[in-house]
């Protein structure tokens, strides 16, 4: 498992990042590291807040499912209580020096599935590690041993678990993507049927982070890849899933992107129509 | 129309070498082994390059143009730009033997590691039968040249000398194509987490991206060899049904 440097024998530079590539590399990774950085950051930020989540009827993705809210406290832009889950009785236990946000909950079940997403994992072992930073271009943390993801990296191999909890919030998504065409709830409830920006702007969320989950390489194999005889001649849903996963999974680079882009702009969308920064157009008037 | 260009080739041997110069006469439609060949006509007589098919399908004339691992023989001359000086190298990963050729020797010795196809018995009727649609995904696999550019590529290979534990992943493909056969009846699962290595990939792509034959290696053979491979020995509740269930 030991590993040494190579002597160069062929002209190839062997410096930091030394590379005879004449092409711009390095802006793939340094647009990972802005924008995974700048998706952190704002996550972390909008998940402090605890407030401003709620627009009736949209519920931003960073606070859903709402497992508990805290009705006491009469958070400007927060869920009625209904919403939640436990309803509106903050756990007692909760540690005093967090804010009471019902995003500390639940962020941690998708943040996990896509920091061990296998196409993420690519994107940050080359931005973040520089393992390496670009193909033919010399690994920035050269020095180290590298023992790939055979010792505290192991961990990824429990992708799969998190693709589980990944999996569950999708139907969660889906459901307050079907809200958001009801202002003041469903219709046996009172509410009204309309449509604004924000229920598009929840239904494209819910089916890019959809084609995302469904297209993840966890997903493909326990449908069915792990199996060698897929049909066995016979016309099986095993197969046919697998096939159609696969087309998700072909894209999965694609769904990564536009759906981390767009669940964020969802919360900022809903953050500021909550806030009456933006108006939302809608037929509800 | 011909024009005029500067090309730098490296030139040595294992005891050392430089980059020589050589300024030529490139005709539209050329390919960079062209222009080698051109260079060995009238300038070089001695350069040394390995190639066989021209066409793309032997794998023979793998080295890095620009600082990428190609074909030679299917870089066409007008994907650079006009003017570009274009800098020629040996592949990295492998052992120098003189100017454009490396010794690959070492990917025919992971190659003879890998245990052949083992048949699964035969049915009743005395006939072995596979389906079209379950040898699909394994088919992509034997669209391989073996230019080895995956191999040169692979940062585990290249820069960090990871040779003794990683086998590299023209031979993790090879091991998908036997492991995923519907009729192939070995247990290759032990061999490719510990003999193999396939826990050192760490998935970064480059194979894919250099493939000539444009095969999803880390896709459609890595990754899915790395899922098998986790629910034998990581899932701990596939673990967990097997200390019950008794079975493998």
Redesign the interface.
């Known amino acids: 498992?030991?590993?040494?440097?190579?002597p160069?024998?062929?002209?190839?530079p062997e410096g930091f990042a030394g590379?005879?590539?004449?092409?711009r590399w390095w802006i793939e990774p340094v647009l990972t590291v802005l924008v995974l950085g700048a998706f952190g950051v704002y996550a972390t930020w909008a998940a402090f807040q605890g407030n401003h989540y709620y627009a009736d009827p949209y519920l931003s993705p960073f606070y859903s499912p709402l497992i508990f809210v805290d009705s006491a406290a009469a958070v400007p832009g927060g869920a009625p209580e209904h919403h939640a889950w436990f309803g509106g009785h903050w756990p007692a236990w909760w540690p005093a020096f967090l804010p009471h946000s019902p995003a500390f909950f639940i962020l941690a079940f998708p943040g996990a599935f896509r920091f061990t997403c296998?196409y993420y994992?690519?994107a940050y072992?080359?931005a973040f590690t520089g393992?390496?930073p670009g193909?033919?271009v010399?690994?920035t943390a050269?020095s180290r041993r590298?023992?790939?993801?055979?010792a505290w990296?192991?961990f990824q191999?429990?992708h799969?678990y998190a693709m589980f909890f990944a999996v569950l919030f999708i139907p969660i998504l889906g459901y307050d993507a079907l809200l958001s065409f009801w202002k003041g709830g469903l219709p046996w409830d009172g509410g009204q049927f309309g449509i604004g920006v924000g229920s598009l702007v929840l239904t494209i969320n819910v089916i890019l982070l959809g084609g995302y989950t469904f297209g993840c390489?966890?997903f493909r194999?326990?449908i069915g890849?792990?199996d060698?005889?897929?049909?066995?001649?016979k016309a099986t849903m095993r197969?046919k899933l697998w096939k159609r996963v696969t087309i998700l999974?072909?894209k999965?680079q694609n769904f990564a992107w536009f759906s981390l882009f767009w669940v964020g702009f969802t919360d900022v969308y809903v953050r500021l129509v909550s806030q009456g920064i933006w108006t939302d157009l809608n037929t509800w008037g | 129309m011909s024009e005029q260009r500067t090309f730098r080739v490296w030139r040595g041997d294992k005891d050392g070498g430089e980059f020589a110069t050589y300024e030529t006469k490139v005709d539209p439609g050329m390919v960079v082994l062209d222009v080698i060949h051109r260079i060995q006509a009238e300038q070089a007589n001695d350069l040394a390059v390995r190639w066989n098919c021209k066409a793309g399908k032997c794998g023979s004339c793998s080295m890095e143009i620009n600082g990428k691992p190609r074909l030679s023989c299917m870089t066409r001359m007008n994907v650079f730009a006009p003017g570009e000086t274009i800098t020629l190298q040996p592949v990295k990963t492998f052992p120098l033997i003189r100017d454009l050729v490396t010794d690959v020797s070492w990917n025919y010795e992971q190659n003879q590691r890998v245990r052949p196809f083992k048949p699964k018995p035969r049915g009743a009727d005395g006939k072995m039968r596979m389906y079209q649609e379950d040898v699909d995904r394994v088919q992509e696999f034997r669209k391989c040249i073996e230019c080895y550019l995956c191999q040169n590529v692979c940062h585990v290979l290249r820069d960090r000398d990871g040779k003794a534990a990683f086998t590299g992943p023209r031979f993790l493909l090879r091991l998908a194509s036997l492991e995923m056969h519907p009729l192939d009846d070995d247990d290759r699962i032990p061999e490719i987490k510990d003999e193999f290595g396939s826990g050192m990939c760490n998935i970064t792509k480059c194979c894919t991206d250099v493939c000539p034959e444009h095969i999803k290696i880390t896709d459609n053979a890595i990754i899915p060899l790395k899922e098998r491979v986790v629910d034998r020995y990581y899932d701990p509740l596939k673990k967990l049904f097997r200390v019950f269930t008794g079975s493998k």
């Not at chain 1, 590298?146 to 055979?150: A, L, N, R």
């Open positions: 498992m030991a590993t040494r440097d190579l160069a024998l062929g002209g190839h590379s005879m590539r004449t092409d296998y994992r690519k072992y080359r393992s390496p193909c033919a010399v690994p050269k590298y023992k790939g993801e055979t990296l192991l191999n429990l799969r390489h966890s194999h326990l890849g792990k060698d005889c897929m049909s066995c001649g197969l999974n072909m999965h």
